[in-house]
Nanobody
Framework: QVQLVESGGGSVQAGGSLRLSCLVS????????MGWFRQAPGKEREGVAA???????MYDDSVKGRFTISSNYAKNMLYLQMNSLKPEDTAMYYC???????????????????WGQGTQVTVS
């Protein structure tokens, strides 16, 4: 059974930093794409960043240069380092996993088969 569990959310002032973590269990694939999505109140869920199993990373323009996605396969962990946070980054953040590559872009959320329960990030 595949499980994704996020942690690390919280409240922070604008300009601050947070590091989100996602523990992935039961998911084994020689080729995979892991992603971070977020959903603000009243808005659709949007892709923030993704990382391919070869280490390639992709970012939405709104977070490029401020957020960094990384993974540690030995520890079954996915991370999202968020710096220079802005109030508009306030949202519920979700990690997601799919088998197969990202193919150079953040895949649509419907492409991801597995999701975590989310962790709230609030920037004031």
């Amino acid at each position: 059974q595949v499980q994704l569990v996020e942690s690390g959310g919280g409240s922070v002032q604008a300009g601050g930093s947070l590091r989100l973590s996602c523990l992935v269990s039961g998911f084994k694939s020689s080729s995979n794409c892991m992603g971070w999505f977020r959903q603000a109140p009243g808005k659709e869920r949007e892709g923030v960043a993704a990382i391919d199993s070869d280490g390639s990373t992709m970012y939405d323009d709104s977070v490029k240069g401020r957020f960094t996605i990384s993974s540690n396969y030995a520890k079954n962990m996915l991370y999202l380092q968020m710096n220079s946070l802005k109030p508009e980054d306030t949202a519920m953040y979700y990690c997601a996993a799919k088998r197969g590559a990202c193919f150079g872009r953040i895949p649509e959320e419907t492409r991801f088969s597995y999701w975590g329960q989310g962790t709230q990030v609030t920037v004031s």
